[in-house]
Nanobody, 120 residues
């Protein structure tokens, strides 16, 4: 199983970034996929998730309305469009996959992460 993130970088506050993740080694369309993040000195938190079957998406309160998660089952890809970025969004962002259901803890698979830094 592999989840490989890309698209992180340095951006000014108010800017946008799009994270991408390519998955392999498991039946992608049977898994909920999404993103977690870990800011310096803080615990890892769930950011967003796209369900496996009904098109549902979920967001933590701090990003709702600014971030959009999407998936392309034909390409085994998951994306996170991040708009109006804030310095508090600075973190390592991890792509995740969990069988069938979105979860905010104990997910099955993790990527290695990509760093997003938002300058003020």
């Amino acid at each position: 199983v592999q989840l490989v993130e890309s698209g992180g970088g340095l951006v000014q506050a108010g800017g946008s970034l799009r994270l991408s993740c390519v998955a392999s080694g498991f039946p992608f369309d049977e898994y909920a996929v999404g993103w977690f993040r870990q800011a310096p000195g803080k615990e890892r938190e769930g950011v967003s998730c796209a369900s496996s079957n009904d098109g549902s998406t979920y967001y933590t309160d701090s990003v709702r309305g600014r971030f959009t998660v999407s998936r392309d089952n034909a390409k085994n890809m998951v994306y996170l469009q991040m708009n109006n970025l804030k310095p508090e969004d600075t973190a390592v962002y991890y792509c995740t996959a969990n069988e069938r259901l979105c979860k905010w803890a104990g997910v099955d698979y993790w990527g290695k992460g990509t760093l997003v830094t938002v300058s003020s």
